[in-house]
Nanobody, 116 residues
Framework: QVQLVESGGGLVQPGGSLRLSCAVS????????IAWYRQAPGKQRELVAGIAGTGSTNYVNSVKGRFTISRDNGKNTVYLQMNSLKSEDTAVYYC??????????WGQGTQVTVSS
């Protein structure tokens, strides 16, 4: 059973930065492709960035060049470095398997609020 714990959110001004962490615990955690998702009020959850066990990455167009996903398999942690934050990045951020068929139970998420 894999468990996911997100952290690192907070309140930041437009143009600021945050780094989110996703602690992945459980058997064979390092083999899974992991993604960061976000859900803003009144909107559907969307995949923001994903990283395979090999390290290959993908991003939604709206965050390309601003967000960077990485993983430390030794620490079983996936990170999301978010730079040049915009108000439209405000959402609850979650991590989970990159493919829906492998989704684990969702964690509590971490709130990111971009506001002046």
């Amino acid at each position: 059973q894999v468990q996911l714990v997100e952290s690192g959110g907070g309140l930041v001004q437009p143009g600021g930065s945050l780094r989110l962490s996703c602690a992945v615990s459980g058997r064979n955690a390092a083999i899974y492709a992991i993604a960061w998702y976000r859900q803003a009020p009144g909107k559907q959850r969307e995949l923001v960035a994903g990283i395979a066990g090999t390290g290959s990455t993908n991003y939604v167009n709206s965050v390309k060049g601003r967000f960077t996903i990485s993983r430390d398999n030794g620490k079983n942690t996936v990170y999301l470095q978010m730079n040049s934050l915009k108000s439209e990045d405000t959402a609850v951020y979650y991590c989970n398997a990159a493919a829906e068929r492998y989704w684990f139970a969702w964690g509590q998420g971490t709130q990111v609020t971009v506001s002046s």
